[in-house]
């Protein structure tokens, strides 16, 4: 059985740095076909992705955020570590992660985020 | 960045409706498209993907179509544990991209 799930800090002050790890279990984050992104849900609004890791490492992040987003991974732990600098109140959301597979599909792969994190919830306030 | 919009922002329907929910992108994705439900306090949940590739165990009520820039999920008769709120989302290329949400409620 995948799963996934988010863990870390409840409350964040603004300015802090939030280290939000997601810990995966039924499949291996060495395996070419899949991989995780991190996507964000402030309260009453839309999903936002926010960064993904591949199997070879190679990262991609959103643009608006990119300059205080850090995604890696510890292959070995299971796990992979979203981090965000300089924490605001609008960062105040639920963060989930998700698994990303990879289908072959009339010679093309495509990408699909096919099993999520349940979600931890962030608030940033003093 | 690819921009994905999607129509209506909220829809009312009722149970045994056919419900249709568009999603455009602001350049061609070829059919880089998936499509998300999500239920209040829950975690999205993958329905299509590659535009019109049914998710298993995904009931076939539910239906992607659409290539280019136009895209179109589909809901045939529409049943009590359907009202959620509807995702597009862009796989096309980094950053990844989702659409604002389609509310559907009940009528």
């Known amino acids: 059985q995948v799963t996934l799930k988010e863990s870390g800090p409840v409350l964040v002050k603004p300015t802090e740095t939030l280290t939000l790890t997601c810990t995966v279990s039924g499949f291996s984050l060495s395996n070419a076909r899949m991989s995780v992104s991190w996507i964000r849900q402030p309260p009453g609004k839309a999903l936002e992705w926010l960064a993904h890791?591949?199997?070879?490492?190679?990262?991609s992040y959103s643009t608006s955020l990119k300059s205080r987003l850090t995604i890696s991974k510890d292959t070995s732990r299971s796990q992979v570590v979203l981090t965000m600098t300089n924490m605001d109140p609008v960062d105040t959301a639920t963060y989930y992660c998700?698994?990303?597979?990879?289908?072959?599909?009339?010679?093309?792969?495509?990408?699909?985020?096919?099993?999520w994190g349940k979600g931890t919830t962030v608030t940033v306030s003093s | 960045d690819i921009q994905m919009t999607q129509s209506p922002s909220s829809l009312s329907a009722s149970v045994g409706d056919r419900v249709t929910i568009t999603c455009r992108a602001s350049?061609?994705?070829?059919?880089?498209l998936n499509w998300y439900q999500q239920k209040p306090g829950k975690a999205p949940k993958l329905l299509i993907y590659?535009?019109?590739s049914l998710q298993s165990g995904v009931p076939s009520r539910f239906s992607g179509s659409g290539s280019g820039t136009d895209f179109t999920l589909t809901i045939i008769s529409l049943q009590p544990e359907d009202f959620a709120t509807y995702y597009c989302q862009q796989s096309y290329s980094t950053p990844w991209t989702f659409g604002q949400g389609t509310k559907v409620e009940i009528k």
């Open positions: 350049q061609s994705i070829s059919n880089y």
């Open positions: 590659a535009a019109s």
């Open positions: 998700a698994r990303v597979d990879t289908a072959l599909v009339s010679y093309y792969y495509y990408y699909y985020m096919d099993v």
């Open positions: 890791i591949f199997s070879n490492d190679e990262k």
